[in-house]
T-cell receptor, first 110, second 114 residues
């Protein structure tokens, strides 16, 4: 079993829909990252969370440390949100090591 | 502008021909790392460095070398590339002392070994 599991693996939605991507992990962490990988391959860090909730524009990320679970929400989704979203946890054992989920491929249709 | 710069972006090479992928960051970050991304396997850590002259193996270090002679640079060396090293490679940097402790990624290097 992977240390970081994301669901769903693929998600297709219509423009304007509310999107939720989930991430569960089994290791102790010091932080959790949500990353966005564009179709061209580049990776951008969206959020780094160690507790609670963060919001940036239409993106919201939450984390529940007790349940070892995080969610990434996108409100009023748009075709430009189409990308692969990757959850990564920073282990509290290894120094600064990131462990990645398999990613969720999101497609937003106009 | 804060950034991590990788070169080259694309590389096709032949088995056994030594190559180096460069990585440079301008944020004075202590921590740098290399990852490879393969279909169905996701991102996996190759090597990481906590600071100058401090490097350690990640999950898939076989066939790779790194060095950290300067804080800003962290090159990835393939002494004798093989086809199973065909992959998309990413360099990343971060600092444990800054808030938010985001990870910054390079643009990626798509390597094909024939």
């Amino acid at each position: 079993k992977n240390e970081v599991e994301q669901s769903p693996q693929n998600l297709t939605a219509q423009e304007g829909e509310f999107i939720t991507i989930n991430c569960s992990y089994s290791v102790g962490i010091s932080a959790l990252h949500w990353l966005q990988q564009h179709p061209g391959g580049g990776i951008v860090s969206l959020f780094m969370l160690s507790s609670g909730k963060k919001k940036h524009g239409r993106l919201i990320a939450t984390i529940n440390i007790q349940e070892k679970h995080s969610s990434l929400h996108i409100t009023a989704s748009h075709p430009r949100d189409s990308a692969v979203y990757i959850c990564a946890v920073r282990s509290n054992q290894g120094a600064q090591k990131l462990v990645f989920g398999q990613g969720t491929r999101l497609t937003i249709n106009p | 502008e804060a950034q991590v710069t990788q070169n080259p972006r694309y590389l096709i090479t032949v088995t056994g021909k030594k190559l180096t992928v460069t990585c440079s960051q301008n944020m004075n970050h202590e921590y740098m790392s290399w990852y490879r991304q393969d279909p169905g396997l996701g991102l996996r850590q190759i090597y990481y460095s906590m600071n100058v002259e401090v490097t350690d193996k990640g999950d898939v270090p076989e066939g790779y070398k790194v060095s950290r002679k300067e804080k800003r640079n962290f090159p990835l060396i393939l002494e004798s590339p093989s086809p199973n090293q065909t992959s998309l490679y990413f360099c990343a940097s971060s600092s444990p002392h800054r808030d938010p402790r985001q990870a910054f990624f390079g643009q990626g290097t798509r390597l094909t070994v024939v």
